[in-house]
């Protein structure tokens, strides 16, 4: 079984919501035969180098999140959508540890499926591009470069500007928001990075 990992015994320790329901989804994670690792601030559970799940901790509730689960089976639909705009991750939401200790055989039956998925190598479908709005096209032309640096953005970083640039209803505010983003644009950076 897998040892568990210091750093995520010291975000344990100084937790002050959802320790008890952390600590028992961590042990359910580790009887996996998951890795243990702290990612993005959070207990995170990997097969080799590749992320299965991730624990988070809210204001209202906590969560077990798959990196894959889209591709887990779900057919009491245990499982949500973190937000509007996500398509691969799924997770598992409680507001307390009966919770999660009633859940215990669904969540290591996921678990179970999450690293059969790793191991038959899934990957889940993503979406293609979104449509960029037209002020980008004419801020493509306006700008030297810019064109190509947002084409050498990563898939995902693309998406998450075209998404921040989409979500203004106005023309005048869709084209702010991207005169804002130009020079991070052109420096390789994402809208968050």
Known sequence: MPEENP???AYLESSDKWREEMERLRR????SGLGEELK????????????????QGFAEQCA??????????????????????SHVARRMVFSG???????EGPIRAFIAEAIEIER???????????????????IFGEVPGLKGAFEALTPGRQRSYVLHFSGAKRS?????????????????????S
């Open 7 to 9: 750093r995520v015994d």
């Open 28 to 31: 359910i994670a580790l009887d």
């Open 40 to 55: 993005w601030g959070q207990p995170c559970y990997t097969l080799g180098r590749r992320n299965v799940l991730i624990l």
């Open 64 to 85: 077990l999140m798959f990196f894959k689960g889209a591709l887990l089976k779900d057919p009491d639909g245990l499982l949500e959508r973190p937000g509007a705009n």
């Open 97 to 103: 540890i009966e919770e999660v200790k009633e859940m």
């Open 120 to 138: 038959a190598g899934l990957k889940v479908e993503v979406r293609g591009p979104e449509a960029l709005p037209e002020e980008l096209e004419e």
């Open 172 to 192: 005048r505010t869709r084209r702010s928001r991207i005169e804002k983003c130009v020079q991070r644009i052109l420096d390789g950076k994402g809208l968050r």
